[in-house]
């Protein structure tokens, strides 16, 4: 599963007219951190706290031309204007797609770039060779839960407390999120499990999530 | 109480620490993973589970995995710890967390016993042992999957007070006949080691009818009162 090229992703995922991705340079990370910290100040705690550390796109980022990691940022601009990040994260051995996040400028929320880079995700994906691609949804709001239902992500269940959020000014609690996912392959190529081989605590919540 | 937080940096228990937290079977022990010990291991674990050739467990088959991403005896501190049930000179199992100091959670990814060491039921000790360091390290939720199968792992996780919270439909891989690779679905287990009142629960009214739904069903006293704007 190789990451694609700059040029690739734009041709892969459609952006809204005047919106563009970007190729992450290293000489971008710091005036992205400054961005983030802005468009985003809830991100001091917590698992996507790392996107406002510098070390962190130096040890565990894909730079386009260096070496592979597993983990890509995407920075997006409208008119030349750095307005928004978006990350994914590559599973190789699983064939797995795990985005992480999406940031934009509060001034952009409104052209909906959550959804084009949803349905985009998929084509990136295919083009990599996942088969199984999965997000978690804020319960904060429920943009990014229609979002993904509308994208065709199933809904698998909800963390309760994996990730921490400043839930109000100097207050950090964990959260619930719930967890959605979309296949790549088809159905057939998933092997249901033997109710025989389940509690039955699994067995009954397997039956209400996947009795279609 | 032992403590290996420091506010900051999640840390690794001394593994002195571990038979005190959880005592092994008279004649078993336990020992963080040692650099010389990996290639033996590599070659163990192709034995004890074949089928993990495929998959997201494949990598610990893969010498570099343990090289660039696990915490290694006397060595840098990583992410990724692999502990060692031995009895003498001899590997009796292998179990493998990850921590993710962000998120302040770890992350039960393998617990593999050798077939013939299998009735000491060594891995039914890495559930408490979990809770335990994962406190000790500051770890306020724990989370594993848990294959279905086989129902053994499901029991234990259930026994040690875990909640099945969802599964993943299709995000692994297994050679489920000999040659024929499918994907398959595993149970989403968690743990939390915080008070409820340290859990922010979310206002039904932000939920999706179907994410409300489920939620009701998995977390029936958990659901905030509606917000109402006055």
């Excluded at chain 1, 190729?23 to 985003?40: D, G, M, T």
């Excluded at chain 2, 710890?81 to 199992?93: I, S, T, Y």
Aim: glycine share 8%.
């Amino acid at each position: 599963m190789r990451w694609p090229t700059s040029d690739k992703l734009r041709s892969l995922v459609q952006l809204p007219d005047g919106y563009k991705f970007e190729r992450l340079e290293r000489a971008h990370v710091a005036p992205l951190i400054a961005a983030i910290r802005v468009w985003h100040p809830d991100i001091t705690v917590g698992v996507n706290s790392g996107y406002l550390r510098e070390e962190y796109y130096l040890n565990r980022v894909y730079f386009e031309g260096e070496s592979e990691r597993d983990i890509l940022v995407v920075p997006i601009s409208f008119k030349g204007e750095l307005i928004g990040i978006w990350s994914f994260e590559r599973e190789i051995d699983s064939l797995a797609i795990y985005g992480r996040t999406i940031i934009v400028a509060p001034a952009h929320r409104g052209a909906n770039l959550a959804l084009f880079v949803l349905k985009g995700t998929e084509n990136l994906g295919r083009a990599m060779g996942a088969a199984f691609m999965y997000a978690m949804a804020t319960l904060k709001i429920p943009h990014v839960q229609r979002a993904l239902e509308n994208a065709g992500y199933r809904l698998l269940g909800f963390f309760p407390g994996y990730d921490r959020e400043e839930v109000a000014p100097g207050v950090v609690k964990r959260v619930y999120q719930a967890v959605y996912a979309k296949l790549l392959v088809p159905s057939d190529e998933v092997l249901r499990p033997d109710p025989r081989n389940m509690t039955p605590t699994s067995k009954a919540l397997f039956d209400l999530l996947f009795s279609d | 109480m032992l403590v290996f937080y420091d506010g900051k940096k999640m840390k690794w228990p001394g593994i002195d620490q571990l038979s005190v937290m959880a005592p092994l079977p008279e004649g078993y022990r336990y020992e963080w993973l040692k650099r010389s010990d990996i290639p033996a291991l590599v070659k163990a674990i192709a034995r004890w589970h074949p089928d993990i050739a495929v998959g997201g467990g494949s990598c610990y088959l893969r010498e570099d995995f343990y090289f660039e991403n696990v915490f290694l005896e006397g060595e840098q501190e990583k992410n990724i710890l692999v502990g060692l049930f031995k009895r003498g000179d001899e590997f009796a199992g292998m179990w493998s967390w990850e921590q993710e100091p962000d998120a302040l959670s770890l992350y039960g990814r393998l617990i593999i016993v050798a077939p013939e060491h299998r009735s000491a039921k060594l891995a039914s000790k890495v559930m408490p042992l979990a809770e335990l360091a994962g406190r000790a390290m500051g770890a306020e939720f724990l989370f594993a999957l848990a294959t279905l199968k086989i129902p053994h792992m499901q029991h234990a996780l259930e026994t040690a007070g875990w909640q099945l919270i969802g599964f993943t439909s299709g995000y692994d891989r297994e050679e489920v006949a000999p040659g024929l690779v499918k994907r398959v679905f595993e149970g989403v287990y968690t743990k939390v080691l915080v008070p409820e009142e340290e859990l922010a629960r979310p206002d039904p009214n932000n939920l999706t009818p179907r994410g409300r739904a489920l939620f009701e069903v998995l977390f029936p006293h958990s659901a905030a009162v509606p917000q109402t704007t006055h």
